[in-house]
């Protein structure tokens, strides 16, 4: 992808492709073949430092695990909090940059991020144990999803694809071709409303396993650009959201039906989340925030407390936490 700018160091593949001034261009070729994910490499992790200002870098993802908050930074940060405003930095084995977070209780997550790294914990976030860690692979993990205290999935780029079924002793890659097979980004993989499987990624990729991710298809995309963000809507239906404030619903992603949102910029969005069964959440560039009304489809703008670009945000007291390129943020109230 050519890129006309660079917005802070790594804003990840997200803000790359969102300053594109052509369209996506493939990332490679090939899909990659079963194979167990964890081997042997020279290069020693090392820990994270603890620093004053964490909570004030950049911050590429943010969970509720219904205990705590948990958000995941550029230096190898994890920061844990029970009010959204005191932040504590926590021990962790890696200072690879962190790019995602996923709970499947309130004990059991995952986080991933460059240099493949998937860390996990079994007491809410308190402690991490490294499960994976391949710099020679030269791919980051950019999405994760926790089912489970068992199950798991990792996606990122270039069809970066794995899969834990014992809880993260053992890692192994996920056979599924049709959306692999271009080794296209995949940015972000989410579970539906009625138990399947949903993924999002660069030229307007978009995926489904009805079976538990055993099996996958790919499936009519109505956007030939990126998808950064998904997040289911309904009983089966999913929202997705991406370059230049392209955004489309689907009450039936199987069905190849598609709404498109008219959000109220072209701004680039980056992360989208469920406020309550009715609305979602979109962020992206430049501070934007946009509430999407999931029953009508209309779309209004919320103040920001910010102009720097947000990677995510989680529905909070009546409020949000944003995270992105100013660390972060609060926002009191939706209305």
Not at 96 to 115: E, I, K, Q, Y
Not at 134 to 160: I, N, T
Not at 208 to 228: I, N
Not at 307 to 328: H, W
């Amino acid at each position: 992808m050519k890129a006309e700018t660079r917005v802070l160091g790594i804003f990840l593949f997200a803000v790359a492709a969102a300053m594109a001034v052509a369209d996506d261009k493939p990332a490679g070729e090939g899909a990659a073949a079963d194979a167990p994910a964890t081997v042997p490499v020279s290069v020693k992790p090392r820990p994270a430092e603890i620093m004053p200002r964490a909570a004030q870098a950049l911050i590429m993802g943010v969970a509720d695990t219904g205990e705590h908050l948990i958000a995941v930074g550029d230096h190898g940060e994890i920061l844990a909090s029970n009010d959204g405003r005191s932040w504590a930095q926590v021990d962790v084995p890696v200072r690879s940059p962190l790019t995602a977070v996923s709970f499947a209780d309130a004990r059991n997550g995952w986080v991933v991020g460059h240099d493949a790294v998937i860390l996990h914990t079994g007491d809410g976030g308190r402690s991490w144990t490294l499960q994976n860690f391949q710099p020679e692979l030269e791919k980051p993990f950019l999405s994760v999803l926790a089912l489970d205290k068992d199950h798991a999935y990792a996606v990122g780029a270039y069809g970066l694809f794995y899969k834990t079924e014992d809880g993260g002793g053992t890692w192994s890659e996920v056979s599924a071709p049709a959306v692999r097979g271009d080794e296209l980004h995949l940015y972000s993989l989410r579970k539906l409303a009625n138990g399947a499987l949903f993924v999002a990624g660069e030229q307007g990729l978009l995926g489904l396993s009805a079976d538990g991710g055993k099996t996958w298809a790919k499936l009519k995309s109505p956007y030939e650009g990126t998808f950064f963000g998904a997040v289911p809507v309904g009983d089966k239906g999913v929202l997705v959201c991406g370059l230049r404030g392209n955004a489309y619903l689907s009450r039936d992603p199987s069905a190849g039906q598609w709404q498109k949102i008219e959000t109220t910029s072209p701004t680039s969005l980056f992360g989208c989340e469920a406020v309550d069964g009715n609305a979602v959440v979109m962020v992206g560039l430049n501070g934007i925030i946009q509430l999407v009304d999931t029953a009508s489809g209309a779309v209004h703008s919320v103040k920001s407390p910010g102009d720097t670009p947000y990677s995510d945000a989680v529905p909070f007291k009546g409020g949000l936490v944003l995270v992105g390129e100013s660390g972060i943020q609060h926002l009191d109230t939706l209305q």
